[in-house]
């Protein structure tokens, strides 16, 4: 039977206690490391993005996917507050709907993290290329500075080497938080906090620069693409809450913490919903910010066709654009720095920069955290070589899953562009708050007298909704990103079924049980 083999919820508590992490976060710690997860280049960087994608209709587009991440993350809540261990997503559909399903989602969640990492590291290295050109007038050849640009033929992917090959600095940030991480997570979330200081300022900066030279005139037209482009551009205002999504995410690491965290029954949800709740009104004051002052309509082709920002036709229209000597803020790659040079603030420009370079690094550290934490219960499980889950005897670390996860980042960083990592990070996402979304109703019927610390409000309502507003979201992504989800899923069901499987603690117990030992 495919679907026998079922983890309840006190067996992941008792594996947990015997090979457990140490618990060292509280409160405030995990809404920092929330923050610190969410507020990176979602909104440093994508937001250009989103423009070219929307125009100023980016700001429904926010609000749409803020909506989507609040009631998963209410559904997150009720399910790490009873089982606060690592794991997220795959520990629930585990103790749900059992182990296939649970590996379907820890193979999602791998997409999840280990990308958007890779998005984040690419990011940060867009900024700070831009920074070190405005102080020293040194510009690193745009050949080392960015990966290939990639779209579609048919269902054939194109790769155009012209304006990069390879992203140098983006893996040198890779590995440098890779040893970050190894070294130990108490430090990491010292780190983490100092960072999240660093960004809550420079976007507090920008807030209080730009809100006030707001012009209605930037609004119109408001949705130049309309609120739904053609099946699989991704444009529009909901292809842009689609990529936008990737903004809000990294809540969901905060759950991948609760087996490090004190009393997790109460900090977990605390973390959740706080970070989520601070950082959504940050991101509707700063896109109000970019739009109102300086604008942000996106760019067409000489013959007006829409343009999608990771394709090869909008960055030889940006350089054309350049050489004309004009720099719209869809084509930049340092979007709120960008906006404060255009209002004439340059030191306050050159500031935000310096502070992105700078904390954008704590965003990287949270989703290789993330991904390490999944790996790390999947390898506790025997799902993965067991070896993997060993906990350094000094740092108290998983060091050698954080080794080949930082590498594994470092190499997707190397090769892709921020936009269509985030959209291909945003499909494993979406389908892993998905099954969080229909676990927690399940787990509702069928252990409805389990003490729940935290209980989902309005669950039926609510879970419902995350399902169905995960499930539009999906679709709203560009045709390349919804098709890597089944593939990549398609590569985790052989090494499930070739390797997994066989050495699975629940497994292995059953088949004990069936022999009469």
Same mark, same amino acid.
């Given at each position: 039977?495919?679907?026998?083999?079922?983890?309840?919820?006190?067996?992941?508590?008792?594996?947990?206690?015997?090979?457990?992490?140490?618990?060292?976060?509280?409160?405030?710690?995990?809404?920092?490391?929330?923050?610190?997860?969410?507020?990176?280049?979602?909104?440093?960087?994508?937001?250009?993005?989103?423009?070219?994608?929307?125009?100023?209709?980016?700001?429904?587009?926010?609000?749409?996917?803020?909506?989507?991440?609040?009631?998963?993350?209410?559904?997150?809540?009720?399910?790490?507050?009873?089982?606060?261990?690592?794991?997220?997503?795959?520990?629930?559909?585990?103790?749900?709907?059992?182990?296939?399903?649970?590996?379907?989602?820890?193979?999602?969640?791998?997409?999840?993290?280990?990308?958007?990492?890779?998005?984040?590291?690419?990011?940060?290295?867009?900024?700070?290329?831009?920074?070190?050109?405005?102080?020293?007038?040194?510009?690193?050849?745009?050949?080392?500075?960015?990966?290939?640009?990639?779209?579609?033929?048919?269902?054939?992917?194109?790769?155009?080497?012209?304006?990069?090959?390879?992203?140098?600095?983006?893996?040198?940030?890779?590995?440098?938080?890779?040893?970050?991480?190894?070294?130990?997570?108490?430090?990491?979330?010292?780190?983490?906090?100092?960072?999240?200081?660093?960004?809550?300022?420079?976007?507090?900066?920008?807030?209080?620069?730009?809100? =006030?030279? +707001?012009?209605?005139?930037?609004?119109?037209?408001?949705?130049?693409?309309?609120?739904?482009?053609?099946?699989?551009?991704?444009?529009?205002?909901?292809?842009?809450?689609?990529? +936008?999504?990737?903004?809000?995410?990294?809540?969901?690491?905060?759950?991948?913490?609760?087996?490090?965290?004190?009393?997790?029954?109460?900090?977990?949800?605390?973390?959740?919903?706080?970070?989520?709740? +601070?950082?959504?009104?940050?991101?509707?004051?700063?896109?109000?910010?970019?739009?109102?002052?300086?604008?942000?309509?996106?760019?067409?082709?000489?013959?007006?066709?829409?343009?999608?920002?990771?394709?090869?036709?909008?960055?030889?229209?940006?350089?054309?654009?350049?050489?004309?000597?004009?720099?719209?803020?869809?084509?930049?790659?340092?979007?709120?720095?960008?906006?404060?040079?255009?209002?004439?603030?340059?030191?306050?420009?050159?500031?935000?920069?310096?502070?992105?370079?700078?904390?954008?690094?704590?965003? +990287?550290?949270?989703?290789?955290?993330?991904?390490?934490?999944?790996?790390?219960?999947?390898?506790?499980?025997?799902?993965?070589?067991?070896?993997?889950?060993?906990?350094?005897?000094?740092?108290?670390?998983?060091?050698?899953?954080?080794?080949?996860?930082?590498?594994?980042?470092?190499?997707?960083?190397?090769?892709? =562009?921020?936009?269509?990592?985030?959209?291909?990070?945003?499909?494993?996402?979406?389908?892993?708050?998905?099954?969080?979304?229909?676990?927690?109703?399940?787990?509702?019927?069928?252990?409805?007298?389990?003490?729940?610390?935290?209980?989902?409000?309005?669950?039926?309502?609510?879970?419902?909704?995350?399902?169905?507003?995960?499930?539009?979201?999906?679709?709203?992504?560009?045709?390349?990103?919804?098709?890597?989800?089944?593939?990549?899923?398609?590569?985790?069901?052989?090494?499930?079924?070739?390797?997994?499987?066989?050495?699975?603690?629940?497994?292995?117990?059953?088949?004990?049980?069936?022999?009469?030992?």
């Amino acid at each position: 039977m495919l679907f026998d083999r079922i983890k309840s919820l006190d067996e992941i508590l008792a594996t947990a206690e015997k090979k457990s992490l140490h618990r060292s976060l509280g409160a405030f710690q995990l809404t920092m490391l929330g923050i610190g997860a969410i507020i990176g280049t979602g909104i440093f960087v994508l937001t250009a993005a989103a423009a070219q994608k929307a125009g100023p209709g980016m700001m429904y587009s926010f609000i749409i996917a803020g909506f989507v991440c609040a009631v998963a993350a209410l559904c997150y809540s009720e399910l790490v507050a009873m089982a606060p261990v690592s794991g997220s997503a795959y520990t629930y559909t585990y103790a749900v709907m059992g182990e296939l399903m649970a590996w379907t989602v820890g193979w999602a969640l791998v997409l999840e993290y280990a990308v958007a990492a890779a998005a984040v590291c690419v990011g940060w290295s867009g900024y700070v290329m831009g920074l070190v050109q405005k102080a020293t007038g040194f510009a690193l050849p745009e050949l080392l500075s960015r990966g290939p640009s990639w779209s579609m033929n048919g269902f054939m992917p194109v790769i155009d080497f012209t304006h990069g090959i390879v992203n140098v600095p983006a893996i040198i940030v890779a590995l440098v938080i890779t040893t970050l991480l190894v070294k130990g997570t108490s430090e990491s979330a010292k780190v983490n906090a100092i960072l999240v200081a660093v960004k809550v300022t420079a976007l507090s900066a920008f807030i209080v620069i730009t809100l =006030p030279l +707001i012009s209605g005139d930037n609004f119109a037209p408001m949705l130049p693409n309309g609120w739904v482009g053609s099946q699989g551009s991704g444009v529009g205002v909901v292809g842009a809450a689609a990529s +936008i999504f990737f903004a809000y995410v990294g809540f969901d690491a905060v759950s991948t913490a609760a087996e490090e965290t004190k009393n997790p029954q109460r900090n977990v949800p605390i973390g959740l919903i706080g970070s989520l709740g +601070i950082c959504t009104v940050f991101y509707m004051l700063v896109a109000a910010g970019v739009v109102g002052s300086v604008g942000a309509q996106p760019i067409t082709s000489l013959t007006g066709a829409v343009l999608s920002p990771d394709s090869a036709e909008f960055v030889a229209r940006c350089a054309q654009l350049a050489s004309e000597g004009s720099s719209p803020i869809v084509c930049s790659h340092e979007a709120l720095a960008e906006v404060l040079s255009k209002l004439h603030y340059e030191q306050v420009s050159k500031l935000v920069g310096l502070a992105a370079s700078i904390a954008l690094p704590s965003v +990287i550290l949270m989703m290789i955290f993330g991904q390490t934490r999944i790996f790390f219960v999947m390898a506790r499980d025997g799902l993965l070589p067991e070896k993997l889950a060993d906990i350094h005897p000094k740092w108290k670390t998983p060091w050698l899953m954080t080794i080949v996860t930082g590498i594994f980042v470092a190499i997707a960083a190397a090769f892709f =562009p921020v936009g269509q990592l985030a959209d291909i990070s945003n499909s494993g996402t979406l389908f892993a708050f998905f099954m969080v979304s229909i676990a927690v109703l399940i787990l509702r019927k069928t252990d409805p007298d389990r003490h729940r610390p935290f209980k989902t409000p309005l669950i039926w309502v609510v879970a419902p909704v995350a399902a169905a507003g995960t499930l539009f979201l999906f679709f709203s992504l560009p045709t390349i990103a919804q098709l890597v989800l089944p593939i990549w899923g398609s590569v985790g069901l052989a090494i499930y079924f070739l390797y997994s499987r066989k050495h699975s603690h629940v497994g292995k117990a059953l088949a004990e049980k069936a022999a009469g030992k």
